[in-house]
């Protein structure tokens, strides 16, 4: 059974009226935190020097920071192109920047950020929770990413839209890594000395694991839920988006 035309169609460009861009209220919150994740976190890595990594970088293991700033260097230009991608303006004005976009975030993210992701995600000093948390993490980018790709070349316009967006929300999983540790450092606070042994230090390290987890499966989560509102409410997820 082919799927309903809504689905196959590509999407109207001018249906609706243009919308300027100072009424989408998350865009320039979306653009500034961005920028503030990039620049305190990148710096490090500009002097391709290893000692200079906040983490620990594994001497045994010659490929680890080649990989580690392979998949920063890649990471920085797709949180770039997010933006531009879910820019309501920029698709519907610049349909074909759009689609060069699309291209690189695509065949340049899964081999200089996905792969490398799961390269590295082994060898994280943070223990094997971590290691777990952010290999499913990587698994499930490269998953949405090619599904997403699959769905835009089978036309599947409103599917391809679903996956990129979940694509994407995995992306900023690691600038919402920043806070979800102190938070959860602050919620856990109270129990030093209590019925935790460790210093603060060691709760941090603690909570590292959890923080691999949450912080992409908990926006992936409400995500799914709105997603499944906009559906219940017949509106297209990019007009939610726009
Ligand atoms: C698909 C999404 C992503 C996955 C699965 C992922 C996975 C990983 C893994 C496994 C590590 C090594 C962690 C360790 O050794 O403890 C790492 C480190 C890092 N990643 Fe990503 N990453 C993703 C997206 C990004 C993006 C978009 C950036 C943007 C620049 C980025 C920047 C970094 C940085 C700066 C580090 C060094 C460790 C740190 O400062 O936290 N990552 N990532």
């Not at 865009?27 to 961005?34: E, G, K, Y």
């Not at 920047?97 to 060898?123: D, E, M, N, T």
């Not at 499913?136 to 990129?164: D, I, K, P």
């Amino acid at each position: 059974m082919s799927p309903p035309a809504s689905t196959t169609e590509r999407p109207a460009r001018r249906a609706r009226p243009s919308v300027p861009w100072w009424r989408r209220p998350w865009i320039v919150p979306l653009a500034l935190s961005t920028l503030v994740f990039l620049t305190l976190s990148v710096p490090p890595y500009l002097g391709l020097d290893p000692d200079q990594a906040p983490i620990p970088v594994r001497a045994d293991v010659p490929w680890h920071y080649p990989m580690l700033w392979t998949h920063i260097a890649g990471g920085t230009v797709l949180m770039v192109l997010v933006i531009g991608q879910v820019w309501p303006w920029l698709r519907e004005r610049h349909p074909s920047v759009h689609r060069w976009c699309g291209r690189v975030y695509v065949f340049g993210g899964v081999p200089l950020v996905g792969i490398p992701a799961l390269l590295i995600a082994p060898l994280s000093h943070t223990g094997p929770s971590s290691q777990v948390g952010t290999t499913l993490w990587a698994v499930a980018w490269l998953g949405f990413t090619v599904t997403g790709y699959v769905m835009v070349r089978r036309r599947r316009y409103a599917e391809h839209r679903e996956w990129m967006l979940r694509s994407f929300v995995l992306i900023y999983g690691i600038a919402l890594q920043r806070l979800v540790v102190p938070l959860l450092l602050l919620a856990m606070l109270p129990r030093i000395g209590r019925d935790y042994d460790g210093g603060v230090s060691d709760l941090v390290m603690d909570l590292f694991p959890a923080s691999m987890f949450v912080s992409w499966m908990v926006p992936l989560i409400v995500l799914e839920w709105w997603l499944g509102h906009t559906r219940r409410i017949g509106r297209r997820p990019s007009s939610a988006v726009s």
